[in-house]
């Protein structure tokens, strides 16, 4: 009796530990889908944020051309009184 009381107990403990394996591995499946998730977002984000910072500087960049353009335009409409 104390035998068969034994291996229950011991199966017990193996469905117990089986139980804690498997909650361990649907834990650790959703751990490494919500970090890549969330790694997908940064990167995303990241590409939206540098996109709209060239978009910025390349503006800036065609202004700055332009502003010495009209300068330049300028300077020699001026000279061009003196003639």
Known sequence: DSMFSQMTDA??????VNKRISMQEDF???????????????????????????????TQQQLGIQSLSIANSNSQNVLALFR
Request: aromatic residues 0%.
């Open 11 to 16: 199966a017990s403990n193996l469905g117990a």
């Open 28 to 58: 650790v499946s959703n751990l490494s889908d919500s970090i890549s998730k969330g790694i997908g977002r940064l990167v995303d984000a990241d590409m939206n944020e540098e996109s709209t910072r060239l978009k910025a500087l390349q």
